[in-house]
T-cell receptor, first 117, second 111 residues
Framework: GAVVSQHPSWVICKSGTSVKIECRSLDFQATTMFWYRQFPKQSLMLMATSNEGSKATYEQGVEKDKFLINHASLTLSTLTVTSAHPEDSSFYIC?????????????FGSGTRLTVV | QKEVEQNSGPLSVPEGAIASLNCTYSDRVSQSFFWYRQYSGKSPELIMSIYSNGDKEDGRFTAQLNKASQYVSLLIRDSQPSDSATYLCAVLYNQGGKLIFGQGTELSVKP
């Protein structure tokens, strides 16, 4: 149980285009999901908290107009990287709590490797 | 600012030895602490969680927590080459339920 599916696993896009990444909780409902970004040899940096039915909460320094987050249902959150540039190339990972509380850790999606050319 | 600090390594140990990974955190209010393992190109997987002061053992892994010192550690006994990965310490900040990660320690277990 507690599976988080993330799609696509990798994507290459041209500079200036937009890319949508999906994160689904397969066997549980997730009112809150989290989006992280990881550059090579660096740790996971929290980008935003995605709340079902409401606006996402972005971390300091993350452009909310560039990284659009939609959490329209209890099992799906999407991250859209708009007008992508090469510096947006990174590993994007979503996570969700499966316990209904936060204390039991989070399950992570398999990640999306974005390359902007 | 909430911070989680780890030695980036790399930490190299021979097969069969004990690997010791350390982590400090800045927020005294935190109550939940986690260790994740991440293989190159993959997403993190949860190894251990710990909430109370003291030790918690699970197989070859032992997590240690000292809230007074704001210190968390992970011991891996009988290290195996398959344990070679980056180990991420994560602290749950109750406000908003955010899980904040340290920079990770790269562990290499030599056969």
């Amino acid at each position: 149980g507690a599976v988080v599916s993330q799609h696509p696993s990798w994507v290459i896009c041209k500079s200036g285009t937009s890319v949508k990444i999906e994160c689904r909780s397969l066997d549980f409902q997730a009112t809150t999901m989290f989006w992280y970004r990881q550059f090579p040899k660096q740790s996971l940096m929290l980008m935003a908290t995605s709340n079902e039915g409401s606006k996402a909460t972005y971390e300091q320094g993350v452009e909310k107009d560039k990284f659009l987050i939609n959490h329209a249902s209890l099992t799906l959150s999407t991250l859209t990287v708009t007008s992508a540039h090469p510096e947006d190339s990174s590993f994007y990972i979503c996570s969700a709590s499966h316990s209904g509380t936060y204390n039991y850790g989070y399950t992570f999606g398999s990640g999306t490797r974005l390359t902007v050319v | 600012q909430k911070e989680v600090e780890q030695n980036s390594g790399p930490l190299s140990v021979p097969e069969g030895a004990i690997a010791s990974l350390n982590c400090t955190y800045s927020d005294r209010v935190s109550q939940s602490f986690f260790w994740y393992r991440q293989y190159s190109g993959k997403s993190p997987e949860l190894i251990m969680s710990i909430y109370s002061n003291g030790d918690k053992e699970d197989g070859r892994f032992t997590a240690q927590l000292n809230k007074a010192s704001q210190y968390v550690s992970l011991l891996i006994r009988d290290s195996q080459p398959s344990d070679s990965a980056t180990y991420l310490c994560a602290v749950l900040y109750n406000q908003g339920g955010k899980l904040i990660f340290g920079q990770g320690t790269e562990l290499s277990v030599k056969p």
